[in-house]
């Protein structure tokens, strides 16, 4: 009697063809696929490692326009909101108050200019109003450029960051409104907040939205570097 190993069919032998084809084809596929994916990607950021603050919206650049000396309100010459040219006569004081007739055309007269070009953000002064010195008579913004300010970093949070971290801003104001920013500035010194050391971090944003106005509460979430 004949023994022997049974051959292979032909029909085992075009399934495991197919199968060895088919994890070929697999392993072919999974590698392509790692070849797309970019050698930077970031490991995801955790929430634990955001910085969140509290800030409110400055412009870049601003002006105060001070009482030099105690007196009255002669003229306010320009109006909340208006625009106004460096050098622009903003508002006329006098220097002290005349009841005499003859005596008011000799009384000294200050004019206040407008130390730079932009918009009158704040002014609350009236004609004949007696204002002290060193008031803030109004604020003058170049609203072509905005910030976030934040004060309220404590010593644990500040160690965390560096200028130019990415930052994301959100506004009570305006819900469903998200910014993206950098860090653009932390000031190296510290004060004092409910016995508290605090620092101060100013934020860039990446673009800015119309609806926005100076001392507007932002939320701030720095993503640190590292």
Same mark, same amino acid.
């Given at each position: 009697?004949a ?8 029909? /085992? $032998?075009?399934?495991l063809?197919l199968m060895? =084809? *088919? ?11 790692m070849r797309?994916e970019p050698d930077?990607v ?11 603050? /509290?800030?409110?919206?400055f412009p ?8 030099p !000396? +105690? %007196?009255i309100?002669g003229? !306010? *010459? ?7 040219k ?5 508002i006329r004081?006098i &220097?002290?108050?005349?009841? +005499?007739?003859? =005596?008011?055309?000799k009384?000294d007269k @200050?004019?206040l200019?407008?130390?730079?070009? %932009? ?6 002064v009236?004609?004949? /109003?007696?204002?002290a010195q ?14 976030? $300010?934040?004060?309220d ?7 965390? @960051?560096?200028? %130019? +971290? &990415? ?6 104001a305006?819900?469903? =409104?998200e ?16 016995d508290?050391s605090t620092y ?7 673009r800015w939205?119309d609806? =926005? ?14």
């Amino acid at each position: 009697m004949a023994t022997g190993q049974a051959g292979i069919s032909l029909k /085992e $032998r075009w399934l495991l063809f197919l199968m060895i =084809l *088919l994890l070929t084809a697999t392993g072919v596929w999974q590698l392509w696929v790692m070849r797309q994916e970019p050698d930077d990607v970031s490991p995801p950021v955790q929430a634990d490692r955001q910085v969140l603050a /509290e800030g409110i919206v400055f412009p870049v650049r601003y002006a105060q326009i001070i009482m030099p !000396v +105690d %007196g009255i309100i002669g003229e !306010v *010459l320009v109006t909340e909101g208006a625009k106004v040219k460096k050098g622009q006569p903003l508002i006329r004081l006098i &220097r002290q108050e005349a009841t +005499d007739e003859k =005596l008011k055309d000799k009384t000294d007269k @200050i004019e206040l200019q407008a130390a730079m070009a %932009g918009i009158v953000a704040y002014l609350d002064v009236k004609a004949g /109003e007696r204002v002290a010195q060193t008031a803030v008579l109004a604020q003058i913004a170049d609203p072509s450029e905005w910030e976030v $300010r934040s004060d309220d970093l404590t010593e644990l949070s500040i160690a965390k @960051i560096g200028v %130019g +971290d &990415r930052a994301n801003l959100t506004f009570d104001a305006i819900p469903g =409104l998200e910014i993206p920013a950098r860090v653009k500035f932390i000031r190296p010194d510290d004060e004092k907040k409910h016995d508290d050391s605090t620092y101060t971090v100013t934020i860039a944003p990446d673009r800015w939205d119309d609806r =926005l106005r100076w001392n507007m509460t932002a939320r701030i979430s720095i993503t640190p570097a590292q």
